[in-house]
């Protein structure tokens, strides 16, 4: 069958946010405001730091406007996979930190598990499952690959669960799958819109005044305030914490050390259960495969499979808009690596494809600092990593705005910026040549290249 076939009746929109359950949106913000705490964005680091801000301080008068509504852009629409990782995996923060890498590990899996506090706390119905994450190997230099990142791992107290191919095979059943390397406690999936609303619904009970449908357009320090531009008004505030990621910080600055990457997903229908059985999948684990191109995958609820990945498109000059969401060459081409992978559930629909953008920068994970005399705080570059590591984010803008030095200021990962991206016609000619690199290592058994041996030597390396 022409893989193509499987997409005909694929809603050009995002599984996710299509719930029932779906809120309405809150007002927009008309004239002037004032505030303690001023948030910019209402995704998951906007959203965890206005609640964070109030469980620190009831008192505290906090604001958070976003530009649409609550949780629509990346945060709604993302694959659900909440990793303890806060370095965009173990071998990723291992290379730029080692010295920090058990401090890392420790407060990523502290991280995780008040992530799941509050789910439980607040009573958010996220489809929360704590399930881990599967690595699979589909080619035979990838097995070396996971065993030697699981013995380093066990070197550092983490211990991953090697399965040989048959193990791997009884699991989840692809004809694909050489080796296995599941991270049983790590990583829990989720529903990302519902825990999006969930904690706008926390916020709302702590206090939290929150207006949608409200640009943010300027900031400026206005004497011992600073003074947010919106649509139709001004917010004054005390401190202003930015949670826009892939959205142009109002912070200049920044702009250089953050791309917009597209990434995209396909849905299919519910699962039968003699389709279930085909597949095995019994404990529900979150997989990934180990290509540098590679692919996400996971059971929703209802037992769809949500498949997604493989291609990560820059658009020249760094535009974001929704004229990007649909790309039909990638979602034939994510159809036909699904039926590869699963042979045995041919003749399934997709009913859902959609794409969105993520913020990514050198180093693949977040980076903070502070501007305006220490009054507003960033935390920006999650890279596809931000279900989990925001919440980690919005604790360490509320340490930057508090003035204090705490375990997570004190870290060089905190510290220290990525390299920033040069301008275009060069930024966009790198990063082509960088994903033309990566697809070559894949069909050349991941042999690097001259250019991704350069970038290794940079800093800027990336191998997933």
Known sequence: MDPARSLVDASPTVFWLEDPGRPRARPALVGDERCDLLVVGGGYCGLWTALIAKERDPGRDVVLVEGNEVGWAASGRNGGFCAASLTHGFDNGLDRWPGE????????????????????????????????????????????????????????????????????????DSPTFLAGSWDKDGVAM?????????????????????????????????????????????????????????????????????????DYALVTEPLTDTQMSEIGWKNRQGLGDSANQFHYFRLTADNRILWGGYDAVYTYGGKVGAEHDQRPETFRRLAEHFFTAFPQLEGMRFTHAWGGAIDTCSRFCAFYGTAHGGRVAYAAGFTGLGVGATRFGADVMLDLLSGETTERTSLEMVRSKPVPFPPEPLRWAGIELTRRSLARADRRGGRRNLWLKSLDRLGMGFDS
């Open 190 to 262: 989720v529903h990302p819109a519902k825990l999006a609303w969930g904690l706008k619904q926390a916020c709302l009970d702590h206090g939290v005044r929150i207006y949608e449908h409200t640009r943010a357009t300027g900031l400026a320090s206005n004497g011992g305030e600073v003074a947010v531009r919106t649509d139709y008004g001004r917010v004054f505030a005390r401190h202003v914490a930015l949670g826009t990621n892939v959205f142009p910080s109002l912070v200049k600055r920044v702009r250089s050390f953050v791309v917009p990457v597209y």
């Open 101 to 172: 890498m058990d401090t890392l590990e420790r407060l990523g899996r502290e991280n995780l598990q008040a992530i799941e506090d509050t789910v439980a706390e607040h009573g958010i119905d996220a489809e929360w499952e704590r399930t881990g994450e599967l690595d699979v190997a589909t080619e035979w230099h990838q097995v070396e690959w996971l065993r030697e990142a699981a013995e380093e791992a066990a070197r550092h107290g983490r211990g991953p669960v090697l399965l040989d191919r048959d193990e791997v095979r009884a699991e989840v």
